[in-house]
Structures are given as structure tokens and as C-alpha cells.
């Protein structure tokens, strides 16, 4: 995929982070055995992560936005375009040693996602997608699943712990869903959940409760793919809501309804 100058540099940004990760991942694993644990070596990676993320992005475009998960928010001289960025989504994974973890940039112009990488770089894959130029994994044109029905399908989602987020409501989801499905995924990293589902490896994906850096990039990659974005309420918008429900075009309205209670 030949992408945009804004498109280069974001995967140039992620690439240079997924370095560093990849560098402090190693010793992550090793840190397992100690009594203190890998935490506040997990947050330094992260921070410096998001800090190379950010010295591209804005060294490229200075007079963009920012909202990043790490740093916050940052006005821009340009007030139609924001970077939103998660240097490290799957967190969790991360400081346990697990291989599923992602940095997610995405580019946001007049409220409307229009360019998004999620770079898994424990897996070197690539995820990029552009408004109307396609979504893309390592070059390879991607598409949503073709299936058709819920029962032969696979849906991902984030299930709050620690007290965080809507439990009930959740766990109301998996009663109405798990009977009339495949099988859920629950593996803890919202904008792998979404490339996944661009990729056609997921049928779909819900969460309530969940961050813009989480899932903004992984939603342009959904729509580029042929795939159905939405809240989980009409109202909603995922971005500002932190609602969100994805599918393929034949069981998106399906899927909806069985999450909506409908
Ligand atoms: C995580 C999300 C995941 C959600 C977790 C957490 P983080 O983001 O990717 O889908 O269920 O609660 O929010 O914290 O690893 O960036």
C-alpha cells in the first residue's frame, strides 16, 4: 500500500517504538521471577514509548493535536486534526510476559477518524488503514469475514476486572451471546481485537468502558475493511463513549441486538 506523507510517519513512529518495546519485552519476561515484579519497569517502557511516539508524530506535525494515553491532552495550533495514541494496548499482557500486545496511532480530522496503524510487534504485523485507500496487514489487503451466521461465529471483548467498568453489564452480554455463538476471546488488548476483526480472524467485538487511544485506530482498519462500526447505544459515539460494537456487514445488525437486549 502506497500510504499518505501522514500515513509514513505514523508507521515510521511506530515502528521506532515497537523497538523499544520489543528491547524492554525481553526483560519483562526475565523480571517474572522477582519478588518486586516488572511494574514500574512496565511503566517506564510505556512512557518511553509514548515519548518516541510523540517526538515523531509532533516533530513531523507540530501544529496537530494530541490525546495520548500516558500524556493526555495537548491542543493544537490546528484545531481539525488530534493524534491519538496508546504506545503500549495490552498492558496487562505486557508486564505478564504475554505476546499480545500493541501500539495503536491514530489521526483524527474534524471529529472523524481518518488514518489509524496498530503495530504488533511481537508478531511484526502491521496493521494500516487510510479513509478510502483500504485496510492493509504487512501489504496484504484486508477484509472482514464473510460469515454469515452467529453460530458459527467468534466475538472478542473486554470483561472489567478489578472492580473497573460495568461488570453486570457485561456479564449480561456473554449470558445472551454465549449460547447463540462460536466461542468468545477475551485477550486483553481492544485495538488487536479490532485489527482482528478487520482481518477477518474475528467475526466481531463489543466493550463498554473502553479509552478513544484504545480502540481510534482500529476503527478506521474495521470500516476500511467493509466492516460496521457503531456505540452499543444508537446515540453513541464509540470515540466519545466508550461504547463500542463492531462486525461484518451480514451479522452486524444480528450481533447488535443480541448485545442491546433487543
Ligand atoms: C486495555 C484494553 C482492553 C481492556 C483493558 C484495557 P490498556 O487497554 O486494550 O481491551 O479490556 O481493560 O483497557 O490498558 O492495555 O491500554
Known amino acids: 500500500m502506497q500510504g499518505s506523507a501522514n500515513l509514513n510517519v505514523m508507521i515510521k513512529a511506530a515502528r521506532k517504538a515497537g523497538r523499544s518495546l520489543v528491547k524492554d519485552f525481553r526483560e519483562v519476561e526475565n523480571l517474572q521471577v522477582s519478588s518486586k515484579g516488572p511494574g514500574d519497569f512496565v511503566s517506564k517502557a510505556d512512557r518511553e514509548a509514548e515519548r518516541i511516539i510523540k517526538e515523531e508524530l509532533m516533530g513531523a506535525r507540530p501544529t496537530y493535536g494530541w490525546l495520548g494515553e500516558e500524556t493526555g491532552e495537548t491542543a493544537g495550533q490546528d484545531p481539525t486534526r488530534r493524534w491519538i495514541v496508546d504506545p503500549l494496548d495490552g498492558t496487562t499482557n505486557y508486564l505478564h510476559g504475554l505476546p499480545h500486545w500493541a501500539i495503536s496511532i491514530a489521526l483524527e480530522h474534524k471529529g472523524e477518524i481518518v488514518a489509524g496503524v496498530i503495530f504488533d510487534a511481537a508478531k511484526d504485523e502491521m496493521f494500516v488503514a487510510e479513509k ?14 464473510g460469515r454469515r451466521q452467529m453460530i458459527e461465529s467468534i466475538f472478542a471483548t473486554g470483561v472489567p476486572f478489578a472492580g473497573n467498568g460495568p461488570l453486570p453489564a457485561t456479564l449480561q452480554d456473554l449470558a445472551r451471546l454465549m449460547p447463540v455463538c462460536a466461542g468468545v476471546r477475551r485477550w486483553g488488548a481492544a485495538a488487536l481485537d479490532l485489527a482482528y476483526v478487520a482481518a477477518g480472524r474475528y467475526d466481531g467485538y463489543w466493550e463498554r468502558n473502553i479509552n478513544a487511544w484504545d480502540i481510534a485506530a482500529g476503527i478506521i482498519l474495521v470500516r476500511e475493511a467493509g466492516g460496521f462500526v457503531s456505540g452499543i447505544r444508537e446515540d453513541q459515539d464509540p470515540v466519545e463513549s466508550g461504547s463500542i460494537i463492531v462486525g461484518n456487514e451480514a451479522l452486524f445488525e444480528s450481533f447488535r441486538k443480541v448485545i442491546r437486549g433487543a
Open 132 to 145: 478510502g485507500s483500504g485496510a492493509w496487514m504487512n501489504d496484504q489487503r484486508l477484509r472482514v469475514s
